[in-house]
């Protein structure tokens, strides 16, 4: 009954009885509290996770500009580039249906002021750019077209066997690999950059809710039970007189009490207690006449 009676006031159902005692009060109150915690939390953390997810990358490489994810006229192409001849060749068939610009600063820039949705440029001065110059841009994929490149010099050069001998020996002391890492692979933006960032709740976060909580059920408790026969109280002289003993039956605790430890001094008193306390389930008497 008490499962039932906690899952449905957690769920706003609520059960099919009502609490009687204060103790059964606080922790109705507890559930409460615990119930608009957690489904605020989830509320919050669900809208947080679908709007993040909304706010990604439009697109993830480049089929998705040959399936027309974005329109073609929101593509900036340069012109007279290696990058119009593969649009041309891969992607529209030879239609000027992109929108054109004449340098990397204007491309840049498009993408910038939202004249355009996406590009195609080289990927060593895409990493260059998106890592240490432009913060709000993306670089989605790399390598979807390689090509190569090289170092043209004039025929029977003079010094042709020593450049080689020279890129050959960078290439094998880790100097070119230092020079790429150095240049294009260290990302200056990344702390500034919008990246994704988990919203999930961790348990950790949550555990002062549930120790809240554990405190309010300890405290209900300990209204359920009272223990008036301890060590401190004899220390105390808690020894309950016919009087006092009628002071304590006309107070809340006893009407909320169901388990009862208790010292008096009159044999009466007992089924005063016993007849007296509705919910009463326990009692441990202690007699001590003459005090």
């Excluded at 490149?149 to 010094?159: C, E, R, V």
């Excluded at 988990?198 to 039970?225: D, P």
């Amino acid at each position: 009954m008490s499962m039932w009676y906690s899952i449905g006031t957690i769920m706003g159902y609520g059960a099919d009885f009502h609490v009687q005692t204060a103790a059964g009060r606080l922790l109705t109150i507890g559930l409460y509290l615990l119930s608009l915690v957690l489904m605020a939390t989830y509320t919050a953390n669900l809208a947080s996770d679908l709007t993040i997810s909304k706010s990604k990358d439009t697109i993830s490489g480049i089929d998705d500009i040959k399936n027309g994810k974005i329109p073609f006229s929101r593509i900036g192409i340069l012109v007279e580039s290696s990058q119009e001849d593969y649009y041309l060749r891969e992607i529209s068939e030879g239609v000027r249906n992109y929108y054109p610009l004449k340098t990397q600063d204007e491309l840049y820039s498009s993408l910038l002021n939202n004249l355009v949705d996406a590009s195609i440029l080289d990927t060593s001065a895409i990493e260059y750019y998106t890592n240490n110059i432009y913060f709000n841009l993306t670089f989605v994929e790399k390598d979807f077209a390689p090509s190569s490149y090289g170092i043209a010099y004039p025929k029977q050069w003079l010094y042709g066997k020593d450049l080689d001998v020279i890129i050959l020996s960078l290439r094998e002391s880790g100097v070119l690999d230092d020079l790429k890492e150095k240049w294009f692979d260290k990302n200056v933006c990344q702390h500034s950059s919008s990246s994704y960032v988990s919203t999930s709740i961790k348990l950790e976060e949550m555990s002062g809710l549930f120790v809240t909580f554990g405190l309010i059920s300890i405290l209900s408790n300990s209204i359920r039970r009272l223990d008036l026969q301890n060590g401190h109280c004899l220390k105390r002289d808690r020894c309950f007189n016919s009087e006092q003993c009628a002071a304590f039956l006309r107070s809340s605790w006893a009407k909320q009490c169901e388990i009862l430890e208790i010292v008096v001094n009159d044999q009466s008193m007992i089924d005063d207690l016993v007849n007296d306390i509705t919910n009463l389930k326990a009692l441990k008497v202690m007699l001590q006449p003459g005090r």
